[in-house]
């Protein structure tokens, strides 16, 4: 974790941790919702997991660059946002994204 993204991170950690009906978690790897990573900081940016069309979408416009995360059981599309102003908007998609049951199970 870089100095200059540090604080920006710990603020937005704090402020999902604000609702407990969220359920997120703060671990060393990054924002976890339900025991899964959604976010976490790399270097310059946050990187979040978004649907692939979102990620797609975002990478198309320079809003995020893609990022290969050959984690086991991505859900959607890991993306890198340099921009610490979109940071809020887009941990709490993937916050929603990734906390959701999977289609066809139960909550």
């Not at 540090?6 to 976890?32: K, R």
């Not at 069309?53 to 995360?69: C, F, K, N, Q, S």
């Amino acid at each position: 974790m870089t100095e200059s993204n540090a604080p920006a991170f710990e603020l937005l950690a704090a402020q999902l941790l604000e609702d407990p009906d969220d359920d997120v978690t703060v671990t060393s790897t990054g924002l976890h919702v339900h025991g899964r990573l959604f976010a976490y900081l790399d270097g310059a940016g946050l990187v979040v997991d978004l649907p692939e069309d979102r990620g797609a979408d975002l990478v198309g416009r320079d809003v995020a660059e893609p990022v290969d995360e050959g984690l086991a059981e991505p859900r959607g599309n890991w993306v890198s946002i340099a921009d610490a102003e979109d940071w809020p908007e887009l941990a709490s998609e993937a916050h929603q994204f990734v906390g959701e049951p999977p289609v066809g199970r139960q909550s």
